[in-house]
């Protein structure tokens, strides 16, 4: 059976985020990504997991060293997603932006 994560879950946690905005930079080891947090090395493990089962991470081997890279299509499809609601957000400040500038008045 195949475990199905959701991308929103996996990225809602704080930790996760941070991994992301890490390996963003460059490709990491998981020791390396570890390195960086007060968690046990489990611990970031299981979310690196959980971050590639997301597809949001994608890892290259090199000798017996594996490196995990930020999967920038993946972003692309969250960023798609969420692109209709900032611009409705962005479009109601505006619009309040506007009612406060002639109350102003």
Known sequence: MEIRRDVFQAIADPTRRAILSLVAVQAMTP???AENFNSSRQTISKHI???NECELLH????GREIYYHLNPQKMKEIDNFIE???QMWDDRFNKLESIM???KK
Request: no cysteine; aromatic share 12%; hydrophobic share 30%.
């Open 84 to 86: 209709p609601f900032r």
């Open 59 to 62: 890892q290259t081997q090199n």
């Open 31 to 33: 020791g390396a990504i």
């Open 49 to 51: 997991q959980i971050l």
């Open 101 to 103: 500038k002639n109350y």
